[in-house]
């Protein structure tokens, strides 16, 4: 009996809103995305449209990848292609729209702390990657992340990530990541910047 084994293909241009619905389904309960969009209608309505506003560029750049079938995806953004200027005025935008009022500030002050983490040195930086909740638990996750961290290895860069969710600390952890520091507004979760050394 042959034994099914996931692989990772680059996500295709006309398959981008696929790979994106499988990180809005990921990203479903996610403590930093929905302490910003707490409402379900709001966060499945607009979410996939902001995902692409985040970590968009990979799709151009060929370094979005997805995993069997979907059940997984990466957008990673590789040095070329990582200016946040044209990206940055899109996702305050669809934000501005989308987050409470009174809480924009706050999530305003959050984004641009992570920003400051962003290393100055050409690396690759990683702003989604997701396993479909109903694909979890298959080493999916790893396996995405072990493609592209080979890449990065090939050039001899290093990889950078913001970890929005404390369990997938030690999974970033065994890759090589190392904690940067934490990012944490009077309301919101932590977030934890994330750095992997050129090897």
């Not at 396993?131 to 990889?159: F, I, S, T, W």
Request: glycine content about 8%; proline content about 7%.
């Amino acid at each position: 009996m042959n034994e099914h084994v996931p692989t990772v293909t680059v996500v295709a241009a006309e398959q981008r809103l696929v790979a994106l619905n499988t990180i809005v389904a990921a990203f479903a309960a996610d403590p930093l995305v929905r302490w910003m969009i707490p409402q379900a209608d709001t966060y499945l309505t607009h979410a996939a449209q902001m995902y692409d506003n985040f970590g968009g560029a990979a799709f151009d750049a060929g370094t979005a990848f997805e995993i069997d079938g979907y059940a997984g995806a990466a957008l990673w953004v590789p040095p070329a292609n990582d200016d946040h200027s044209d990206d940055g005025a899109a996702v305050s935008e669809l934000l501005t729209k989308i987050v409470a009022e009174e809480r924009l500030e706050e999530v305003g002050s959050v984004l641009g702390e992570m920003e400051a983490y962003h290393p100055s040195e050409p690396c690759w930086y990683l702003p989604l990657i997701g396993v479909d909740p109903c694909h979890q638990g298959r080493g999916l996750g790893a396996q995405l992340m072990k493609y592209a961290l080979a890449k990065c290895d090939e050039a001899g860069l290093p990889a950078y990530l913001e970890s929005s969710n404390p369990a997938n600390i030690s999974l970033y952890e065994r890759h090589g990541f190392e904690v940067m520091g934490k990012i944490q507004s009077a309301t919101s979760p932590a977030v934890h910047p994330m750095y992997r050394a050129a090897r």
